[in-house]
T-cell receptor, first 121, second 113 residues
Framework: EVQLVESGGGLVQPGGSLRLSCAASGFTFSGHLMDWVRQDPGRGLVWVARINTDGSTTIYADSVKGRFTISRDNAKNTLYLQMNSLRAEDTAVYYCAREFFGSGRRDFDYWGQGTLVTVSS | DIVMTQSPDSLAVSLGERATINCKSS????????????LAWYQQKPGQPPTLLIYWASTRQSGVPDRISGSGSGTDFTLTISSLEAEDVAVYYC?????????FGPGTKVDIK
């Protein structure tokens, strides 16, 4: 069974840092591109970042570029999101999501349950 | 960036009736190389993460009931629930995965009338 379990969320002051983790199981983690997607309270879904299978290529939304870093440890089957210089507008539930592998598809076929990040003084 | 819009914002449908949700992209998500539309639909129930319903605009994900279908091409897409059931109460999002940044529509809330 495919499982994605996020952790690391919490309350942080503006300007602070937080590191999210996403533990993957039930599939060959190293064979899939992975993404972070966030959901602002009461609002919709916003794509945050993407990483390729070996971690050599990353892409970010403009709103987090230069502040957030996506990475992965394929030996530990874990995806990370290092968030620095946090702002109130970064408050959201953060989901890790798996991209389907094959056929050129890039939709998100599995999502974690999410971890809440609250940026407030 | 490709902007995704959805209509309506919400709708209430009687059990057994049809629900139709529209999604429009600001530019075509149809690939000329494989003639596929890079468009997905997700369902999100309260307190849960989104789940994939449809990919390539019209291909049902495994396990999705056949009363849920997707159609459209280019910039205009539709998600149809042919006969609404209580378990279909949720927010539905379209998403383009043609180019980064991947973008989602604002969502359509479906309730029972």
């Amino acid at each position: 069974e495919v499982q994605l379990v996020e952790s690391g969320g919490g309350l942080v002051q503006p300007g602070g840092s937080l590191r999210l983790s996403c533990a993957a199981s039930g599939f060959t983690f190293s064979g899939h591109l992975m993404d972070w997607v966030r959901q602002d309270p009461g609002r919709g879904l916003v794509w945050v970042a993407r990483i390729n299978t070996d971690g050599s290529t990353t892409i970010y939304a403009d709103s987090v570029k230069g502040r957030f870093t996506i990475s992965r440890d394929n030996a530990k089957n874990t995806l990370y999101l290092q968030m620095n210089s946090l702002r109130a507008e970064d408050t959201a539930v953060y989901y890790c999501a798996r991209e389907f592998f094959g056929s050129g598809r890039r939709d998100f076929d599995y999502w974690g349950q999410g971890t809440l990040v609250t940026v407030s003084s | 960036d490709i902007v995704m819009t959805q209509s309506p914002d919400s709708l209430a449908v009687s059990l057994g009736e049809r629900a139709t949700i529209n999604c429009k992209s600001s530019q075509s998500v149809l690939s000329s190389s494989n003639n596929k539309n890079y468009l997905a639909w997700y369902q999100q129930k309260p307190g849960q993460p989104p789940t994939l319903l449809i990919y390539w605009a019209s291909t049902r994900q495994s396990g999705v009931p056949d009363r849920i279908s997707g159609s459209g091409s280019g910039t205009d897409f539709t998600l149809t629930i042919s006969s609404l059931e209580a378990e279909d109460v949720a927010v539905y999002y379209c998403q383009q995965y043609s180019t980064t940044p991947f973008t989602f529509g604002p969502g359509t809330k479906v309730d029972i009338k």
